[in-house]
């Protein structure tokens, strides 16, 4: 199966990969409003990750302020993703072709929701519905997609457009309404979502790969991952999700604003420690681990990873690093749920402090106990 | 069109029951992946049903080829046959076999009676002279090859060629083999930390072959393909 045929080449943005390889992996859109093509760093994420922040996060904080939470995301990410095509407004005369190009996306990436579309431009009312859509299908809750169709909307109308959803757990059916006509509830703030000029760090390529590591390509090729009818990707039983980097580290970065770092971090460790539990049942060899685990991540395009212990203290080192304005906090915290696992203990790691060494980037996970 | 078994059921069922008969098969990979295996079962399954082939080996001594046979459960029978004069092992070193190449395949051509050949591996009868890459070496190295096929090619041969391939994209020659072969077969492997292994067949004339990819492993049997 050739993972290029998977992204679309038609629409408003049509939507190409250009590098694949351990590491680092790139998509390019064209952007046939102004003719100028952008640049993505695009990983593959766990879904279950979002799913178990979820049910973390519901338990700690509640429904209400839960479903606030992961509808602000949602629509941060929705405008996120049109400033990366850069627009800051959209013409009123593509808006049928530009809700055209993000349905296929969306199915496309596994939001069932989004299979069927009816719409009044000039009432500004939409409605999607289908069934088995990413995350719902899980956590029986719409807040994430509300926010994103929210945000899309939003972008395209020039208004802050809000949505509501409804779900059927018997069924999965699901029905996403955005509609001028409901309240607001969240006005996401454009500057802070702006793409930085630094982001093209994301594109830094060595001249010629140095390690053993494969490329999500060779994981495709060799069935370590596969793909279903629906197009989804799964790596054994777990289905990935293709995003652009930065759009996990909004989620990491909304938590962490809203003082619930710590509840990220805790949930983010404990999914991996789980994973790892999972993946490695039958490998009995340390070192075939750490190999594997850096196979894992570079073939999902988080860099291409090692592992140096020095003291107490772990040292990981990433080449092809990823920038993001929102800073690192969910590489930084899936990394420590591996430390964690592979070194057998406690450890944890400075938010702030990046440490930069030629065209590496390492974080330091120290010993708690 | 008549099929000849290759003697793994499950790489059979992915080419319609077997090679095309009369065919040139190349089979591909890095070093390590079962190449030399998967030839074994080839020459075996053809004594099994009768038929006499002959295999090549170009790069290993005799000792070294019995060492291989020896680890599978199929050695007493492969021996059985080889007894019978069912199955002829042919080792040559580099000084030898650089001077016989046709001569070699003209004796092949000519004895009727085998049915079935391996080649391992094919690269051997032009390793000395890929390692120069100027246009006269390269017409020559074309020419022996479209010689090799002119002996290779009769009714009711089948042939398998072992193709290495290197790890250095740089040294690895495969001229127009490929496009010469009436099929091809890849074995390949990556390595996570646990070996992963599959099979491609990208090329199979006269045949409508599996277009997936399957995995398997080697053990005491031989090739063991998944389900």
Known sequence: MDIKKHFFRKFVFPRILIIDRPGLIVSKNFNNLNSRAHKMRVVYNFEDFYVNLYFDTLKKLGKEKTEKMWYKMGKDLGIRYFLFNGLTSFPFSKVTLALKYFQAMFIMIGMGFCKNLNYNISTKKYIFWGNNNIITRKTKNTSYIEGILAGVLSFITKENLESKGFYDEFSGEGKIIVDKKFPQRYSPDFLSLKIDSRYKFNFYQPNKITSNLHSFSDLLKFKIIQIDEGKKFYFGKYSLLPTEISLIEIIAKTYFDMGEGELFRRSTIKFIKNLCFDIFKNFGDANKKMKFFRNIISAFGFGEIYFRKEGNNIRVDFLNFIFTEFGLYYLKSFVNGFVNYFYEGEYSFDFDKNYFSGHKEYFIYKKLK | ?227
């Open chain 2, 1 to 227: 069109m008549k099929r000849e078994g290759i003697g793994i059921k499950k790489i059979d069922e992915m080419v319609q029951g077997g090679f095309p008969k009369g065919s040139v098969i190349g089979i591909s990979g890095p070093p390590g992946v079962g190449k030399s295996i998967f030839a074994l079962h080839f020459i075996l399954e053809g004594a099994r049903s009768g038929q006499k082939g002959v295999y090549v080996c170009l790069e290993e001594p005799r000792k070294n080829v019995d060492n291989t046979i020896k680890g599978f459960s199929f050695a007493d029978e492969f021996y059985e046959f080889e007894k019978k004069g069912l199955i002829v092992i042919k080792c040559f070193n580099y000084s030898e076999y650089e001077k016989i190449t046709l001569e070699l395949l003209e004796k092949i051509y000519d004895d009727k009676k085998i049915e079935r050949v391996v080649v391992d591996s094919f690269n051997c009868f032009f390793n000395s002279l890929e390692r120069n890459s100027s246009e006269e070496i390269n017409i020559n190295v074309r020419k022996l090859i479209n010689s090799s096929f002119a002996y290779l090619r009769k009714d009711n041969l089948n042939v398998l060629l072992i193709l290495e391939k290197h790890e250095n994209v740089l040294i690895n020659f495969d001229y127009n083999i490929p496009y010469l072969v009436d099929g091809m077969i890849k074995l390949d492997y990556l390595d996570l930390g646990i070996i992963e292994r599959r099979i491609f067949i990208p090329k199979m004339r006269w045949t409508n072959q599996y277009k997936e990819s399957k995995g398997y492993e080697i053990t005491k049997n031989g090739i063991d393909v998944e389900e």
